[in-house]
């Protein structure tokens, strides 16, 4: 199983690979239509909340994400999956999750904006460094021989880009941004998973040999994540509210920036691609159960931040 893992493309064409770059775009500017620079300043009000934030995503969660590779061994390209999934930002429906739950959802949209920037760079130097640890992967980014360089332009393109246009109609037209925001973020959601379902469609072969030995990893690497993000909020004494979008916010991972990765710098690499997939379902799973867990319940008061 392993060689065959490890050394299947998934199939992806050029138009195809394209047209989900432009989708992942534009899923990032209908994100961004809901952002301002009061978002940022936030920063300087609550660092506390935010610093925590992005520590739990860019630093935690791929140290631990390290820890459960060693512990598990699974294959190199599945490994290097998991991260691939660590590297990536929040995933781009976590404030709707945070909203359901009754999280804070300011937090939350503040977390989305700094991190996708931070992205840029972070998500590049992750994969890196921590798939350069693992002997395993290190082999395969030997193989691959990826410029950090040309991943952070593509990051950027991807995400700064429709970051600043959404921000910027934001400010200039807030309410024409307002009138777009939830139809446009649901609108291209909706056709990125379309898209992503495809790409599995065409690949069902694949798909179902290798389903069952995937989808248990994703299980546990989600729920690690989601308890790191809960765990962190709950050892700094956070209020519920901001204790439920650290949460979310930690667990839902950008899969779609992932995937886009993967078939740019890695040719669809199977393993890679399918634990990645997998993870972008199963988190809109995850995260909605979640939610509904605790939209159901009253937000306690008496926690002090």
């Not at 506390?48 to 598990?72: D, E």
């Not at 980014?141 to 970051?163: C, F, R, Y």
């Not at 040999?209 to 995937?214: A, I, N, P």
Request: hydrophobic share 55%.
């Amino acid at each position: 199983m392993e060689q065959l893992i490890d050394n299947v493309h998934i199939n992806f064409d050029k138009e195809a690979l394209w047209t989900l770059n432009v989708a992942l775009a534009l899923v990032m500017f209908g994100i961004a239509l809901e952002i301002s620079i009061n978002d940022f300043r936030r920063l300087l009000k609550t660092p506390k909340l935010v610093l925590t934030g992005v520590a739990s995503q860019f630093l935690l969660l791929p140290i631990i994400t390290f820890v459960l590779i060693w512990i598990t061994e699974p294959l190199p390209s599945i490994a290097l999956g998991m991260f691939m999934v660590a590297a990536c930002p929040g995933g781009n429906v976590s404030n709707f999750f945070t909203h359901l739950s009754k999280g804070n959802a300011a937090l939350s949209v503040t977390l989305t904006a700094i991190a996708t920037l931070l992205a840029i760079f972070m998500t590049p130097f992750n994969l890196s460094f921590w798939g350069g640890l693992y002997a395993p992967t290190a082999s395969i980014l030997q193989q691959v021989s990826i410029s950090p360089l040309e991943m952070v332009k593509l990051v950027a393109l991807l995400l700064g880009i429709p970051l600043i246009l959404g921000m910027l109609l934001h400010h200039y037209r807030p309410k024409i941004a307002q009138k777009l925001a939830k139809g446009f973020k649901i609108g291209s959601l909706l056709f990125f998973v379309f898209l992503v379902f495809v790409a599995l469609y065409n690949n069902r072969d694949i798909f179902m040999e290798y389903v069952f030995y995937v989808f248990w990893l994703v299980l546990i690497h989600n729920l690690v994540a989601l308890l790191t993000g809960f765990s962190v909020a709950k050892l700094m004494r956070f209020s519920p509210e901001n204790v439920r979008c650290l949460t979310i916010e930690t667990g839902i991972q950008n899969s779609g920036l992932g995937l886009l990765l993967i078939f740019t710098f890695f040719d669809g690499l199977g393993g890679m691609a399918l634990l990645t997939a997998f993870w972008g379902i199963w988190h809109l799973v995850s995260g909605l159960a979640i939610g509904l867990l605790w939209g159901g319940r009253p937000v306690e008061k008496e926690e002090l931040v």
